[in-house]
């Protein structure tokens, strides 16, 4: 089983539509989770963080961290073709007297279409 | 508030040499840690930096080195360079451990 993962996409939704991204994660122990938005050629933008149980809301994003059922969402209300990109779900599997450690998902690839 | 900035943007080398890049953390970041990104694998992570000292280390060979300074600058090192090595390699900012990580643009390594 892979320590994060992702639907690798494409995920293709109007625009206008609320896209929904889904990440499940292997390590309970996880204390911090990160999504990241990818252009092509480009580095990873930080989009949302989180590291407490429910929804954290930031504009048009939105996280959800299920700990229990070791699951992170992101939604992206009213869709905008700029949104298209690939978006890295993270999580800090390093551990409390050690180091960060960033593992990642392989990313799932967001179409918005006119 | 300046981001994280990597030096250089752009490398081409050959294969057997070695290559050295450069990461700035953000003012009061001090954990820089260091990442691979290839289109077969993905981003991995190499190792983490924090007050000079690496407290992780990834699953790479050994010819792949780092090392902090006392400003929180931090430099990545590869030597006898292989083909294989041909990557995007990204740093990571944070104030502390499990806290927002901000990446810089990247160095975009070819070894030809």
């Known amino acids: 089983q892979k320590e994060v993962e992702q639907n690798s996409g494409p995920l293709s939704v109007p625009e206008g539509a609320i896209a929904s991204l889904n990440c499940t994660y292997s390590?309970?122990?996880?204390?911090?989770f990160f999504w990241y938005r990818q252009y092509s050629g480009k580095s990873p933008e930080l989009i949302m963080f989180?590291?407490?149980?429910g929804d954290k809301e930031d504009g048009r994003f939105t996280a959800q961290l299920n700990k229990a059922s070791q699951y992170v969402s992101l939604l992206i209300r009213d869709s905008q073709p700029s949104d298209s990109a690939t978006y890295l779900c993270a999580v800090n599997t390093g551990l409390t007297g050690g180091g960060n450690k960033l593992t990642f998902g392989t990313g799932t690839q967001l179409k918005v279409e006119l | 508030k300046a981001g994280v900035t990597q030096t250089p943007r752009y490398l081409i080398k050959t294969r057997g040499q070695q290559v050295t890049l450069s990461c700035s953390p953000i003012s009061g970041h001090r954990s820089v840690s260091w990442y691979q990104q290839t289109p077969g694998q993905g981003l991995q992570f190499l190792f983490e930096?924090?007050?000079?000292?690496?407290?992780n280390k990834g699953n790479f060979p050994g010819r792949f080195s780092g090392r902090q300074f006392s400003n929180s600058r931090s430099e990545m090192n590869v030597s006898t360079l292989e083909l294989g090595d041909s990557a995007l390699y990204l740093c990571?900012?944070?104030?502390?451990?499990?806290?927002?990580?901000?990446f810089g643009q990247g160095t975009r390594l070819t070894v030809v």
């Open positions: 390590d309970r122990g996880s204390q911090s």
């Open positions: 989180i590291y407490s149980n």
């Open positions: 930096y924090f007050s000079e000292t690496q407290r």
């Open positions: 990571a900012s944070s104030r502390d451990l499990f806290t927002e990580a901000f």
